[in-house]
């Protein structure tokens, strides 16, 4: 793992000027076709032509910076987070790893990794103490993209750890060993906060929470927050909730903005000015073992995915990050859209 001061200079790819709110699900189709014949570099030539401008690189942290992706409510994003913004960093230049934490193995599945039951995978490194770096994986469509894929055995190892030694330590372990550079490592969480949470959530200082648009989206929210709290306290000082994201947004309904009125003054600076729209590109992708990155670069959901990427790194180098169209959220905003945070 990378710990040294950086300075590969700026990540050399173009910088999608932001998305906020109100982006709509409609370019992508128009995209001009590709000129270049490897899937990256189509990608990558696509993205500059959607974005109309290129140049403005991204700054890389000084040290690996390891990233939880968790809510313990199931399917609100945390995998497609996990896999769009890791592929939208890699396209910016970075280098980053992806650990599949969740027994479905769905980040793995849409990041077009090889997942049976005979692979390597995260649950060796786990339970076998296995080195990461025997199970890592490049991922094909994208340059500096690597996944640790999670098979089917995973789900046996909840149960598993609770008799083995350093039992909530053994990933940060296995992280710290791996020797490979790293800007970036992206954890997906399973919804649960058992054991495997725990784990990530040892090995990682920063935690980012997708919340998904929806009633009652901060529901349940008060518990992983504790559970964030009780980690810090005992097991791991520097964890905190670094970054908060707004999944599957639609600009057309007042819920939607209501609701990222409420998680906005819940939790202020640490919510990203870019939201994610909801766009069928997105969910469409992983049945192609795609990311929306290479799926569909010049769509709404692949920009989005950039932009919030742009505004991570921007975040991790203590730059301000500044919005083309800054978000505006509804300023009247009668009812109370969620029961708060409990
Ligand atoms: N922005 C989006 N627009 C449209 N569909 C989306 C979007 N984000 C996620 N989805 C879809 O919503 C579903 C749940 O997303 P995802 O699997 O990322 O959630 P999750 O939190 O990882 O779920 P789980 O808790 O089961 O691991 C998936 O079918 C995904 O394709
Ligand atoms: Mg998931």
Request: proline share 7%; with cysteine; net charge negative.
């Amino acid at each position: 793992m990378r710990s040294d001061a950086n300075v590969a200079g700026p990540m050399t790819d173009p910088v999608p000027g932001p998305r906020a709110e109100s982006v709509g699900d409609g370019v992508s189709r128009e995209t001009p076709p590709p000129m270049d014949d490897t899937p990256i570099g189509r990608a990558a030539q696509l993205a500059v032509e959607a974005l109309g401008r290129a140049g403005e690189g991204l700054p890389r942290p000084n040290r690996t910076r390891v990233m939880v992706v968790a809510n313990q409510k199931g399917g609100v994003g945390k995998t497609t987070t996990t896999v769009n913004l890791a592929a939208s960093l890699a396209l910016h230049g970075a280098r980053v790893l992806v650990v599949d934490l969740d027994p479905q193995g769905n980040a793995s599945t849409a990041l077009g990794i090889d997942h049976h039951a005979d692979v390597p995978s995260i649950y060796d490194v786990l339970v076998e103490s296995r080195p990461l770096s025997e199970v890592v994986q490049p991922v094909p469509d994208v340059e500096g993209l690597f996944c640790a894929p999670a098979t089917i055995d995973l789900a046996g190892a909840e149960i598993e750890l609770v008799s083995l030694v350093a039992r909530e330590s053994r990933l940060q372990r296995a992280i710290q060993a791996y020797e490979q550079p790293l800007d970036y490592i992206l954890i997906d969480c399973p919804p649960s906060l058992g054991l495997l949470t725990v784990n990530a959530m040892v090995a990682g200082a920063e935690v980012l929470i997708p919340i998904q648009c929806e009633y009652y989206a901060l529901e349940g929210l008060g518990q992983l927050l504790r559970n964030v709290d009780l980690v810090r306290g005992h097991l791991n000082p520097a964890l905190h909730v670094s970054t908060i994201l707004l999944t599957m947004y639609d600009g057309r309904t007042r819920l939607a903005s209501q609701v990222a009125e409420e998680v906005r003054t819940h939790f202020g600076k640490e919510v990203l000015r870019t939201s994610i729209p909801r766009s069928v590109r997105i969910s469409e992708a992983p049945s192609y073992g795609q990311t929306v990155l290479t799926y569909d670069p010049g769509s709404s959901g692949s920009l989005s995915y950039l932009e919030a990427a742009r505004e991570i790194a921007l975040r991790g180098v203590g730059v301000h990050y500044e919005a083309q169209h800054a978000h505006t959220s509804s300023q009247n905003s009668q009812q109370n859209v969620s029961e708060g945070i409990q």
